[in-house]
């Protein structure tokens, strides 16, 4: 039973922007805080961005100021709005969803290239 959904991955040129979403069941979004993760080919799975039940966010040093993470609570959802993607962005995205119990998503591809 797919528990977290990410979708909005896709290919994009340097500079360009995406928005990626996380579809939760209620059960899990109701009171739990969220992540964005990403992991590179060969890489560890890094974390990138978080905010709480709250709104009370926080980001890696390497996207802040280009990077937004927000949360809808009426439709359980989690967003990373991704702004001036460089290469270096490219990678798996996986959404997180902790508290009690943590729970992942499956990940969406994102691609930077020119």
């Known amino acids: 039973q797919v528990q977290l959904v990410e979708s909005g991955g896709g290919l994009v040129q340097p500079g360009g922007s995406l928005r990626l979403s996380c579809e939760a069941s209620k059960s899990i979004f109701t009171g739990s805080a969220m992540a964005w993760y990403r992991q590179a080919p060969g890489k560890q799975r890094d974390l990138v961005a978080t905010?709480?039940?709250?709104?009370?966010?926080t980001y890696t040093s390497s996207v802040e100021g280009r990077f937004t993470i927000s949360r809808d609570n009426a439709k359980n959802t989690v967003y990373l709005q991704m702004h001036s993607l460089k290469l270096e962005d490219a990678a798996v995205y996986y959404c997180?969803?902790?508290?009690?119990?943590?729970?992942w998503g499956q990940g969406t591809q994102v691609t930077v290239s020119s």
């Open positions: 905010i709480t039940p709250s709104g009370i966010t």
């Open positions: 997180k969803a902790y508290g009690s119990v943590t729970y």
